[in-house]
């Protein structure tokens, strides 16, 4: 709800135009024209979430670049227009492609988990209630393991956050499990195929057992994978 009108409005991340764009709702499934704003040169964005991540009751938007090796915020308004993006870097190379935000260390702060293709990791940011990130944890999904999608869901049922990371290199579904405090551990991974590629990740209750299930997007396979929790 970029403008405060009470429907769902949609924003893209545009990476051949280096910049996201924003449609505003107008009703009955229609949208307005595209306004953009710029991420900078080069920056290719990748992907982009939504949270409120200062507080203000106003939706905020978080855009990974994978171009120019950072994050960027943008902040809005309430009326359907945003501020100039304030960027966090990564390190060279990262090339970032995915990003999931939650609160990880029950803070009431949302936070920011960023998959880093080219380093093989996984950034978790800390908010503030200024929107003021802090990065603080770098979490290694392997050498040569190219992560590429990210989710997050509760997949033990024990009330806290977990991740769920797609590995494009190495074919693997990667579930670290959450502590509560914002950090993560005691990784179990499960394989796709080989050569399959898995780019993106989704959960969702498919079979109503009350266990979170996976759904992996399979890039080489071209079709998509289920992984139903069973207990």
């Known amino acids: 709800h970029f403008d405060g009108n009470g429907l769902l409005d949609v924003t893209t991340a545009n990476y051949l135009g280096n910049n996201i764009g924003v449609h505003i709702s107008s009703g009955y499934q229609h949208f307005g024209r595209e306004t953009i704003y710029s991420t900078g040169d080069a920056s290719a964005p990748y992907a982009v979430a939504v949270s409120d991540f200062n507080h203000d009751n106003q939706s905020d938007i978080v855009v990974v ?63 503030s209630i200024n929107g003021i990130f802090s990065l603080v944890t770098i979490y290694s999904t392997g050498i040569g393991s190219n992560p590429h999608g990210i989710t997050i869901g509760d997949f033990n049922n024990d009330h806290i956050l977990d991740i769920i990371a797609v590995t494009a290199g190495t074919n693997e579904v990667i579930l670290a499990q959450g502590y509560g405090n914002g950090t993560f551990g005691n990784e179990t991974s499960y394989t796709t195929g080989y050569n399959f590629n898995p780019y993106a990740v989704a959960v969702g209750y498919f079979n109503g057992d009350n266990w979170l299930d996976i759904a992996i997007a399979i890039y080489q396979g071209d079709h998509i994978e289920i992984l139903l929790k069973t207990c």
């Open 65 to 127: 670049n994978y171009g120019t090796n950072n994050i960027g915020i943008f902040f809005g308004f309430g009326n359907g227009t945003l501020s100039t993006i304030v960027l966090y870097p990564l390190e060279n190379n990262a090339n970032p492609t995915a990003v999931a935000v939650a609160d990880f260390n029950h803070d009431n702060y949302s936070d920011i988990a960023v998959v880093n293709y080219g380093s093989n990791n996984i950034y978790i940011f800390f908010g």
